[in-house]
């Protein structure tokens, strides 16, 4: 950030929020920006859905990255939430704790919210401001029909276990960017100096990650359990599991990798990625065999790409509640390493 300013909490939400375009109308959103609090109209037969992040500068993104990036990424991430749930988003709410209130940055900033906002016809309707170490806390309020909410308690066995998109690019995002990675070591490029193609792919990846909202919605009576993959594979898959009191068994032949993934990593280190590297904020969910062909043509109609990677199992006594198969069908064992901010070497 450069100079602070003279500006007030009020003049910074006034010039930089409520002007900028982002606390646009909509349909649900009764009061919006300028009084102690936003009033939202629930529709007959909808349920809301809450969800908040907070993202903490050189934690969840460099604090010297461009502001509209970090915006953008603020948002999706929370989008990603509520298209694990299945439900459209309503509107959002803000707050920021900031080093300074300067001018450039925050023009830039509010400016990387209004593509993504737009997109899903979700407004910000309020928020506060402090000073201090810069963070971001941004809740997302969605609807979706009462009692039809996609939870991570579904899950039966026999159900089919699917992922949206390519899998590890987000954790290999961190080496290609030199954010660092919890991965350790042995985690590593192909090559210390990656092509440009690759470097712009995952600063994609990255800094706009795709929240699959649209497949949530248009696909969310067909799944049985949902969640988006935030910390890795691995440990968000274990919370349907825990959650549904079954156990899953793993292709990973079968995991989707992009093709800049597989130009940049080898076949361990890509595996690692996906399962254990995290921010890749694509969905995991489950699906009965039965309704397997009518979620792909949904996704295939939504030109939302979608990989049956397993299948749910019973229980019987794995610690983790996962084993892994390859393509000789026998059975693999890869060490637990899920990213999690007060223990970053192993997962539960």
């Known amino acids: 950030m450069q100079k602070p300013s003279s500006q007030?909490?009020?003049?910074?939400?006034?010039?930089?929020?409520?002007?900028?375009?982002?606390?646009?109308?909509?349909?649900?959103?009764?009061?919006?920006?300028?009084?102690?609090?936003?009033?939202?109209?629930?529709?007959?037969?909808?349920?809301?859905?809450?969800?908040?992040?907070?993202?903490?500068?050189?934690?969840?993104?460099?604090?010297?990255?461009?502001?509209?990036?970090?915006?953008?990424?603020?948002?999706?991430?929370?989008?990603?939430?509520?298209?694990?749930m299945g439900a459209e988003p309503l509107c959002f709410t803000l707050g920021l704790v900031l080093p300074s209130s300067d001018e450039a940055w925050l023009r830039e900033f509010s400016e990387g919210f209004l593509p993504l906002a737009e997109q899903y016809n979700c407004p910000l309707i309020g928020g506060d401001i402090s000073r201090g170490p810069l963070s971001i806390s941004i809740q997302v309020q969605g609807l979706c029909d009462k009692s039809k909410a996609v939870l991570r308690s579904g899950a039966s066995v026999g159900d089919?276990?699917?992922?949206?998109?390519?899998?590890?690019?987000?954790?290999?995002?961190?080496?290609?960017?030199?954010?660092?990675?919890?991965?350790?070591?042995?985690?590593?490029?192909?090559?210390?100096?990656?092509?440009?193609?690759?470097?712009?792919?995952?600063?994609?990846?990255?800094?706009?990650?795709?929240?699959?909202?649209?497949?949530?919605?248009?696909?969310?009576?067909?799944?049985?359990?949902?969640?988006?993959?935030?910390?890795?594979?691995?440990?968000?898959?274990?919370?349907?599991?825990?959650?549904?009191?079954?156990?899953?068994?793993l292709n990973l032949a079968k995991l989707p990798f992009s093709a800049s993934a597989r130009s940049c990593v080898d076949d361990d280190n890509r595996i690692q990625a996906a399962l254990y590297g995290g921010d890749d904020y694509e969905l995991c969910f489950t699906v009965p065999a039965d309704k397997c062909a009518e979620l792909e043509q949904v996704a295939g109609q939504l030109d939302i790409s979608v990989t049956c990677i397993g299948e749910i199992v019973a229980k019987s006594g794995m610690s983790n509640g996962i084993s892994y198969i390859g393509d000789n069908a026998l059975i693999e064992k890869v060490e637990p390493l899920s990213f999690q901010h007060f223990n970053s070497t192993a997962a539960d």
Do not use: W
């Open 8 to 84: 007030s909490e009020f003049e910074i939400i006034r010039r930089y929020f409520s002007r900028s375009g982002l606390a646009f109308e909509r349909n649900g959103v009764a009061l919006g920006i300028g009084d102690d609090a936003a009033l939202l109209d629930l529709p007959e037969g909808k349920s809301l859905a809450m969800s908040m992040d907070v993202l903490v500068s050189d934690v969840h993104f460099p604090a010297s990255a461009d502001p509209r990036l970090i915006a953008h990424r603020a948002l999706a991430v929370n989008l990603s939430d509520l298209a694990a």
């Open 160 to 249: 089919k276990i699917y992922t949206s998109g390519t899998l590890g690019d987000g954790g290999i995002a961190l080496l290609i960017l030199d954010l660092g990675s919890h991965l350790g070591d042995t985690f590593k490029l192909n090559e210390a100096k990656p092509s440009a193609a690759c470097q712009q792919f995952f600063e994609e990846a990255y800094y706009k990650p795709k929240p699959r909202v649209e497949l949530g919605i248009a696909a969310g009576k067909l799944m049985t359990s949902c969640i988006d993959i935030s910390d890795g594979l691995y440990g968000d898959l274990n919370h349907i599991l825990n959650a549904s009191g079954v156990a899953a068994q």
